[in-house]
Structure formats: structure tokens, C-alpha cells
């Protein structure tokens, strides 16, 4: 990796060719992070977020998710929002006044790992429990320009209310799964399977949803699990066809890693309060 190396993650390609020609008379080079080959980010000096990024047909501001994981994952990375407007964050580059010298401008930001937790006081919680809160510097003068990207990755994983939780979802499916060979006089098999089907079916149309907007984040390798547990020809669809005995301990097991991986890799940066 080279320091001159700037990468990006955007969706307008148009502003990516408009500030090309800027960054290339001084000697700095434009490099999409996600790009066919792979990129170790804990390597890269500089990573620039062109906001709002265009998912479909939606605006989404993804800098404040990016800058949690990057302060626990590669702290030494110097993290630049950029767009069109003004603002009083150090680390936010305004396209309508670029600076003359970037090589300066650049010197005078700062990593990650200087925007660390600052304690904001103590509140009381609705059963009298006393708890410390804390505020991220980072997001102090942040212009959030389209959906915030945090509170659309809490709807993913809370749903519109606990039932429809991503992992609520997923651990009723478990649960129905490790019942379907229980003694016959047990369980309404045929009304059983229909449930199980159901519950995939509306999980699978909820992850259609969230899944473009995952490309633009750092959790790739839990999309990969998640696609290759719930994906149309996926272990749980198959499992579904055949209802083979090895092949729903196999899934189950599948699940119950995934729900272990979300709840590390995803969660503490979507609730960070949950983890202080």
C-alpha cells in the first residue's frame, strides 16, 4: 500500500471523475476500496467516504458505522468524509473548495484512534440502575446527508419490533427445525414445515432489502454468511426441500454460528451502548 493511495468508497462515478485529475497533479492516487481485488484496510492510510452514498433509489450517510469499526479494526487509518458542502469537522473535505495543497490538508487530519470515547455523565435507567454513557468526538459537527446508516442497521438487526429481530427470526427457526423429529404424536409435522417456510421466506425478503446496502459496508464477511445460509439454492432453502435429518443439524449449527457472528462483528458498532 502506498501512502500517495487514496481509497474511496462512492456510488456517483461522475464526482470520482470530476476529482480524479485534482488528486493526480499531486501525486495522489484515486483507488475504490471495493474493487475486484482485495484490499487489507488495517494496511491503507487514508479511506474516503464520498457521502451520501446512492443504494437503489435511497441517500445514505455510512462515514459514522465506518469510523466505529475502523477504531477497533485499523485505528491508524485517517478517515475523510467528503461532499458538497461546508463543515466544521477536521476530517470532512469540502468538493466546492478543495484545499491548494492536499499534502498539507492531509498532514493536518487525524487518524481514527484520536477520536476516542469521552464520558458524557451517568443516567439513571427506567429500573433505577445507574449507567455511565459516552459520546464520540467523531460525530461532533458530522454532517449526516441522507439515511443514517447506523439506525438502518438497527432496524436490520431489532426489526419494526423484537419479534421480527434478525436473530429473533433466525433462533425460531432453529427452535422449529430441532423439533421436526420429535415423536409424531408431538408435533403437527405438515403444519410445522409450513411455519419453518414461512419464517425463511419472510427472513429471506428482509435480507433482499438490507443486502445492497451491505456492499458499502465493513461487515463483508458476515454478508457471506448470512447469503450462504439464506440465499435462494442456500443451505436453509435445501435443507427445506429435503428435510434430511444430517442436513437440519448441519443448518442449525450453520445458524447458530451466524447469530454468534452478528452479535459480535455487527452489533457492537450498530449499539455500541450495549458494549461499554
Same mark, same amino acid.
Given at each position: 500500500?502506498?501512502?500517495?493511495? !487514496?481509497?474511496?468508497?462512492?456510488?456517483?462515478?461522475?464526482?470520482?471523475?470530476?476529482?480524479?485529475?485534482?488528486?493526480?497533479? &499531486?501525486?495522489?492516487?484515486? =483507488?475504490?476500496?471495493?474493487?475486484?481485488?482485495?484490499?487489507?484496510?488495517? =494496511?491503507?492510510? *487514508?479511506?474516503?467516504?464520498? +457521502?451520501?452514498? =446512492? !443504494?437503489?433509489?435511497?441517500?445514505?450517510?455510512?462515514?459514522?458505522?465506518?469510523?466505529?469499526?475502523?477504531? /477497533?479494526? %485499523?485505528?491508524?487509518? @485517517?478517515?475523510?468524509?467528503?461532499?458538497?458542502?461546508?463543515? $466544521?469537522?477536521?476530517?470532512?473535505?469540502?468538493? $466546492?473548495?478543495?484545499?491548494?495543497?492536499?499534502?498539507?490538508?492531509?498532514?493536518?487530519?487525524?487518524?481514527?484512534? %484520536?477520536?476516542?470515547?469521552? *464520558? %458524557?455523565?451517568?443516567?439513571?435507567?427506567?429500573?433505577?440502575?445507574?449507567?455511565?454513557?459516552?459520546?464520540?468526538?467523531?460525530?461532533?459537527?458530522?454532517?449526516?446527508?441522507? !439515511?443514517?446508516?447506523?439506525?438502518?442497521?438497527?432496524?436490520?438487526?431489532?426489526?419494526?419490533?423484537?419479534? *421480527?429481530?434478525?436473530?429473533?427470526?433466525?433462533?425460531?427457526?432453529?427452535? +422449529?427445525?430441532?423439533?421436526?423429529?420429535?415423536?409424531? /404424536? &408431538?408435533?403437527?409435522?405438515? /403444519?410445522? @414445515?409450513?411455519?419453518?417456510?414461512?419464517?425463511?421466506?419472510? $427472513?429471506?425478503?428482509?435480507? =433482499?432489502?438490507?443486502?445492497?446496502?451491505?456492499?458499502?459496508?465493513?461487515?463483508?464477511?458476515?454478508?457471506?454468511?448470512?447469503?450462504? $445460509?439464506?440465499?435462494?439454492?442456500?443451505?436453509?432453502?435445501?435443507?427445506?426441500?429435503?428435510?434430511?435429518?444430517?442436513?437440519?443439524?448441519?443448518?442449525?449449527?450453520?445458524?447458530?454460528?451466524?447469530?454468534?457472528?452478528?452479535?459480535?462483528?455487527?452489533?457492537?458498532?450498530?449499539?455500541?451502548? *450495549?458494549?461499554?
Amino acid at each position: 500500500m502506498t501512502e500517495n493511495t !487514496i481509497y474511496y468508497i462512492a456510488t456517483k462515478s461522475k464526482t470520482i471523475e470530476t476529482i480524479t485529475p485534482y488528486f493526480r497533479e &499531486q501525486s495522489y492516487a484515486l =483507488q475504490a476500496l471495493f474493487d475486484n481485488s482485495p484490499t487489507q484496510i488495517e =494496511q491503507i492510510t *487514508y479511506l474516503m467516504i464520498l +457521502e451520501p452514498l =446512492q !443504494i437503489e433509489l435511497q441517500q445514505y450517510a455510512v462515514a459514522k458505522i465506518w469510523k466505529r469499526w475502523l477504531y /477497533e479494526h %485499523a485505528p491508524k487509518v @485517517k478517515l475523510i468524509v467528503s461532499g458538497y458542502s461546508q463543515s $466544521l469537522h477536521s476530517n470532512f473535505l469540502n468538493l $466546492l473548495r478543495l484545499p491548494d495543497d492536499i499534502s498539507e490538508w492531509l498532514g493536518n487530519i487525524n487518524p481514527v484512534e %484520536a477520536f476516542g470515547l469521552e *464520558y %458524557a455523565g451517568a443516567i439513571t435507567t427506567p429500573s433505577g440502575e445507574k449507567k455511565d454513557t459516552y459520546a464520540d468526538p467523531w460525530e461532533r459537527f458530522l454532517p449526516v446527508r441522507g !439515511i443514517d446508516m447506523v439506525k438502518q442497521m438497527a432496524r436490520f438487526l431489532d426489526g419494526h419490533d423484537k419479534h *421480527y429481530g434478525f436473530n429473533s427470526q433466525l433462533s425460531r427457526i432453529r427452535k +422449529e427445525l430441532t423439533e421436526i423429529n420429535l415423536p409424531p /404424536e &408431538q408435533i403437527k409435522l405438515d /403444519e410445522k @414445515k409450513k411455519t419453518i417456510k414461512k419464517e425463511w421466506e419472510l $427472513l429471506d425478503n428482509r435480507w =433482499q432489502f438490507y443486502h445492497p446496502k451491505f456492499n458499502h459496508l465493513p461487515f463483508q464477511d458476515t454478508r457471506l454468511k448470512i447469503d450462504c $445460509l439464506l440465499k435462494k439454492g442456500g443451505s436453509l432453502e435445501n435443507t427445506l426441500k429435503t428435510w434430511a435429518p444430517d442436513e437440519i443439524e448441519s443448518v442449525c449449527e450453520q445458524i447458530s454460528e451466524l447469530i454468534t457472528k452478528v452479535n459480535t462483528s455487527l452489533d457492537p458498532y450498530v449499539h455500541p451502548e *450495549y458494549h461499554w
